[in-house]
């Protein structure tokens, strides 16, 4: 993944100054000592003000972009949330526990001081992670660090990012529009152009000496067979004109992702779909989301930076017909049919996460809209179709509603290993208790059709990043169990 953040965590240990401050630097010791990973540790411990600022250039200098505020006793409230203030990345806020030195002169009452840290931070407004439960031994704190390091990641990530767009919402899916007003409060920048912009840089592109070895990659990534050979250097061409553009237009920015148009005019104009190439590019950490859909393209983004893995974009778009509820599914797995439904997308799921079914083929619906009844498809091919392969999965979404405020959801389930039957990239998907939290938190919040999906179990995870850029927990949705009720489900249905 080349257009994610390689987080480099730091530990600063902080100290009341009546206490030990051998027992905050002892602690911290032991916690780099358990800990696996990359971990500076900063020789600086903080008691007041001017230590806070030591430290914070300490690792500055040292090349830290995360940092572990350790109170290894009560510590010093002002000048360990000040390291918050003063530090350009996100800060995770831990306590040590008792256990390691008599009870006399060993103890350090970290439990207390972590209230009046969190209670300080609030207070001036300042931004920290804290763990569910932050107080705990070296090896409880080096396993905090583990679950810090992917929420680091992806708040790192969002503050370096800008998004790019081609081209204005195609006409009827205004569902994808949303005020842009929440990208800059969470800090993502956001440059917006023309699908002619794309076409004079695509054409620029002619002839490129690269595309020979972006067709070969692409022949050896598919497979014989599973590609149209003719298609191929146009595809490589346009590949070529997104990945020189984002390298063009970054600007102040560290990464990038996209989110273009791609129906009706651009398969006419360019000669192809081009779900194949943004499959090739969310492999590679660079989402490109389908119909514009700009905030599909940061949840993708996110979701890249926690999983440190390829993702898609999908549309929660079709039921799961009763046969094959009956054939495949009933009996084998513990669902309802009302847990299952169908992703799909015209073909940008990475290869990586495909069955080996999987070829670039045509898009039926563009074919049927675009190109002349009975005839053989032409610019409608480009898409990647198949089954996408039987997997853990987490569904989830950051959107900005119509008022300006931000919302998110997050369903952990799975892909089931049942075939689908039909087109597209496709896959059968299966979350429990799917049916209500469609209805009560999808439908009811207005989430538009498209959700992000990251191959694995993640929403621990995402449910902290969402927290830490400023959705509120209220708005956070996440699927109720059985018998816990939405608010605006009826209790007598």
Same mark, same amino acid.
């Given at each position: 993944?080349?257009?994610?953040?390689?987080?480099?965590?730091?530990?600063?240990?902080?100290?009341?100054?009546?206490?030990?401050?051998?027992?905050?630097?002892?602690?911290?010791?032991?916690?780099?000592?358990?800990?696996?990973?990359?971990?500076?540790?900063?020789?600086?411990?903080?008691?007041?003000?001017?230590?806070?600022?030591?430290?914070?250039?300490?690792?500055?200098?040292?090349?830290?972009?995360?940092?572990?505020?350790?109170?290894?006793?009560?510590?010093?409230?002002?000048?360990?949330?000040?390291?918050?203030?003063?530090?350009?990345?996100?800060?995770?806020?831990?306590?040590?526990?008792?256990?390691?030195?008599?009870?006399?002169?060993?103890?350090?009452?970290?439990?207390?001081?972590?209230?009046?840290?969190?209670?300080?931070?609030?207070?001036?407004?300042?931004?920290?992670?804290?763990?569910?439960?932050?107080?705990?031994?070296?090896?409880?704190?080096?396993?905090?660090?583990?679950?810090?390091?992917?929420?680091?990641?992806?708040?790192?990530?969002?503050?370096?990012?800008?998004?790019? #767009? @081609? %081209?204005?919402? !195609?006409?009827?899916?205004?569902?994808?529009? &949303?005020? *842009?007003?929440?990208?800059?409060?969470?800090? $993502?920048?956001?440059?917006?152009?023309?699908?002619?912009?794309?076409?004079?840089?695509?054409?620029?592109?002619?002839?490129?000496?690269?595309?020979?070895?972006?067709?070969?990659?692409?022949?050896?990534?598919?497979?014989?067979?599973?590609?149209?050979?003719?298609?191929?250097?146009?595809?490589?061409?346009?590949?070529?004109?997104?990945?020189?553009?984002?390298?063009?237009?970054?600007?102040?920015?560290?990464?990038?992702?996209?989110?273009?148009?791609?129906?009706?005019?651009?398969?006419? #104009? @360019? %000669?192809?779909? !081009?779900?194949?190439?943004?499959?090739?590019? &969310?492999? *590679?950490?660079?989402?490109?989301?389908?119909? $514009?859909?700009?905030?599909?393209?940061?949840?993708?983004?996110?979701?890249?930076?926690?999983?440190?893995?390829?993702?898609?974009?999908?549309?929660?778009?079709?039921?799961?017909?009763?046969?094959?509820?009956?054939?495949?599914?009933?009996?084998?797995?513990?669902?309802?049919?009302?847990?299952?439904?169908?992703?799909?997308?015209?073909?940008?799921?990475?290869?990586?996460?495909?069955?080996?079914?999987?070829?670039?083929?045509?898009?039926?619906?563009?074919?049927?809209?675009?190109?002349?009844?009975?005839?053989?498809?032409?610019?409608?091919?480009?898409?990647?179709?198949?089954? *996408?392969?039987?997997?853990?999965?987490?569904?989830?979404?950051?959107?900005?509603?119509?008022?300006?405020?931000?919302?998110?959801?997050?369903?952990?389930?799975?892909?089931?290993?049942?075939?689908?039957?039909?087109?597209?990239?496709?896959?059968?998907?299966?979350?429990?208790?799917?049916?209500?939290?469609?209805?009560?938190?999808?439908?009811?919040?207005?989430?538009?059709?498209?959700?992000?999906?990251?191959?694995?179990?993640?929403?621990?995870?995402?449910?902290?990043?969402?927290?830490?850029?400023?959705?509120?927990?209220?708005?956070?949705?996440?699927?109720?169990?059985?018998?816990?009720?939405?608010?605006?489900?009826?209790?007598?249905?």
């Amino acid at each position: 993944m080349t257009n994610i953040p390689v987080v480099k965590p730091g530990i600063i240990a902080v100290s009341r100054d009546c206490f030990p401050i051998e027992l905050s630097k002892m602690r911290r010791a032991a916690i780099k000592s358990a800990y696996t990973g990359e971990l500076y540790e900063c020789p600086v411990t903080v008691e007041n003000e001017l230590d806070m600022l030591k430290a914070v250039e300490d690792v500055k200098k040292a090349g830290c972009n995360a940092l572990i505020v350790f109170l290894g006793n009560f510590g010093p409230e002002t000048p360990e949330t000040l390291i918050a203030k003063n530090f350009d990345g996100p800060c995770m806020f831990v306590a040590a526990a008792e256990g390691d030195g008599d009870m006399i002169n060993g103890r350090g009452d970290a439990y207390c001081g972590m209230l009046n840290c969190s209670y300080n931070l609030k207070m001036r407004h300042l931004k920290g992670y804290i763990p569910e439960y932050p107080v705990g031994t070296a090896k409880d704190i080096a396993g905090m660090i583990e679950e810090f390091i992917p929420i680091a990641r992806a708040v790192i990530g969002i503050s370096n990012l800008k998004i790019i #767009t @081609f %081209g204005p919402r !195609p006409q009827d899916f205004f569902a994808c529009n &949303a005020p *842009i007003k929440g990208l800059y409060e969470i800090g $993502v920048e956001i440059e917006e152009n023309s699908e002619l912009d794309l076409f004079v840089s695509f054409k620029e592109h002619a002839n490129d000496p690269r595309i020979p070895a972006v067709c070969e990659a692409m022949k050896k990534e598919m497979g014989e067979g599973n590609y149209y050979d003719e298609l191929n250097a146009r595809m490589a061409q346009f590949e070529l004109t997104l990945l020189d553009w984002a390298e063009k237009h970054k600007g102040s920015r560290s990464y990038v992702a996209f989110a273009n148009k791609c129906w009706p005019a651009f398969p006419e #104009t @360019f %000669g192809f779909e !081009p779900c194949y190439v943004n499959s090739r590019l &969310a492999s *590679i950490g660079i989402p490109v989301a389908c119909e $514009v859909d700009i905030y599909g393209a940061l949840s993708e983004y996110i979701g890249a930076c926690v999983s440190a893995d390829a993702v898609t974009l999908l549309d929660i778009n079709n039921s799961v017909p009763q046969y094959i509820y009956d054939e495949n599914i009933k009996g084998r797995y513990d669902y309802k049919l009302t847990d299952t439904f169908m992703g799909f997308h015209c073909g940008n799921t990475p290869e990586c996460k495909m069955c080996d079914n999987r070829a670039v083929k045509y898009q039926l619906i563009q074919h049927r809209l675009l190109e002349p009844q009975g005839s053989e498809p032409d610019f409608t091919r480009g898409t990647l179709e198949g089954d *996408i392969a039987a997997s853990d999965i987490t569904f989830y979404r950051l959107q900005c509603d119509s008022e300006g405020v931000l919302r998110s959801y997050i369903a952990e389930g799975e892909i089931l290993d049942v075939p689908t039957r039909s087109f597209g990239g496709i896959g059968i998907f299966a979350i429990p208790e799917m049916g209500r939290f469609y209805r009560h938190v999808l439908i009811q919040n207005g989430f538009p059709h498209h959700g992000a999906v990251a191959f694995g179990h993640y929403g621990k995870a995402l449910y902290e990043v969402f927290k830490f850029i400023g959705v509120c927990p209220g708005n956070i949705g996440y699927n109720q169990p059985k018998g816990v009720l939405y608010k605006t489900e009826n209790p007598f249905a």
